[in-house]
């Protein structure tokens, strides 16, 4: 049992007291000290860190959620872009008409057939060049640079190139399909409705295949080498060291690679227009041209809205369906990751 205030104060000497309690002050006063301190190291942080986004974050704001709002909004109305804002309200109609124009569902067919062969053959050759370009050799730097260009060059500029290259009369490809002995296999590339989604592959192939492998090529470098002559002295081949060594750890750059390639697949726009606008008969139409075309020539912006709408719920849900089953190992690795670093 505690004693009494007024006797615990009576039974300390009076020459100590006031030492002791200058000495508690002083002390609670140290102790204190260290918890404003972070305080105020925080409050910095999170100012600094305001700063540093705001302009970001007020430009994404405008340029991107805006937009957004618009277009969600806007394709809600039967709307031809003039006379002020839209008032002929249709509801969902402009999306019910998606799943009933033949020309929409052909780009997502057309859609699904270059994804496919990008993930089949694009994503596959530049693997391959990758690991080729990773080995010694002569001149391989200025390789690099050569299989890199073409996707240093605007759309605009390849698509102007390569509509020179498959003309039909006075083309490179024919013409060296001549000189091969090939010319049997000479074709109007870019007029044939069953060849001409196959040249704008070959046209994509050349464009963006060398962006894949610098990605690969970079995750290549980032693997220890003592792994791989690890494997070589247990007796693994280069194919085998390639499969079960390489290929594994260079899984979250193909993960990138794969995701990105969709992501563009189902964008692609510019490359096309310059090339064929869609065309012969939407042999080589995407969402984006149908879009284009809908809003900025026949003037209906509510259908061509709903037809962006549509084509960013498809990239949205495929991004985090994505990011939920195929990149949640490596975002949980890099976090860990950060964690530890600090």
Do not use: C
Not at 12 to 23: G, I, Q
Not at 146 to 167: D, W
Not at 184 to 208: E, I, Q
């Amino acid at each position: 049992m505690s004693a009494p205030k007024g006797v615990s104060e009576l039974s300390v000497p009076a020459d100590e007291r006031p030492k002791d309690a200058a000495a508690s002050r002083a002390a609670t006063k140290e102790a204190g000290t260290p918890d404003r301190s972070r305080r105020r190291e925080r409050r910095r942080g999170w100012v600094t860190i305001t700063l540093f986004l705001l302009p970001a974050m007020v430009l994404f704001f405008l340029l991107v959620l805006v937009p957004i709002v618009i277009a969600i909004y806007t394709s809600l109305f039967k709307w031809n872009g003039l006379g002020g804002p839209p008032t002929n309200f249709v509801g969902l109609d402009n999306f019910v008409r998606l799943f009933e124009d033949k020309i929409f569902l052909g780009d997502l067919q057309r859609g699904l057939i270059l994804i496919t062969l990008s993930l089949v053959i694009q994503l596959p050759l530049a693997l391959a060049i990758a690991m080729l370009l990773n080995q010694r050799m002569r001149g391989r730097a200025l390789y690099r640079v050569v299989f890199f260009v073409p996707y240093v060059l605007s759309e605009v500029i390849t698509g102007v190139l390569f509509t020179m290259v498959f003309s039909p009369t006075r083309g490179l490809a024919n013409h060296v399909l001549d000189l091969v002995g090939l010319g049997n296999l000479a074709t109007t590339w870019l007029a044939d409705p069953s060849m001409v989604l196959y040249s704008l592959f070959l046209v994509m192939t050349w464009k963006y295949f060398g962006f894949h492998m610098i990605l690969y090529l970079a995750g290549r470098q980032g693997i220890p080498r003592e792994l791989t002559e690890a494997a070589e002295i247990d007796g693994a081949g280069g194919w085998k060291a390639f499969w079960y060594i390489t290929l594994p750890l260079l899984g979250p750059t193909i993960r990138i690679s794969v995701f990105l390639a969709v992501i563009g697949a189902v964008q692609l726009f510019d490359l096309v227009w310059v090339l064929t606008e869609g065309g012969p008969i939407h042999g080589s139409e995407t969402m984006a041209v149908t879009m284009f075309q809908q809003g900025f020539k026949r003037y209906q912006i509510g259908y061509a809205n709903a037809i962006s709408v549509a084509m960013f719920l498809i990239s949205l849900v495929f991004a985090l369906g994505y990011q939920r089953y195929v990149l949640r190992r490596d975002t949980e690795g890099a976090i860990t990751v950060m964690r530890d670093q600090r």
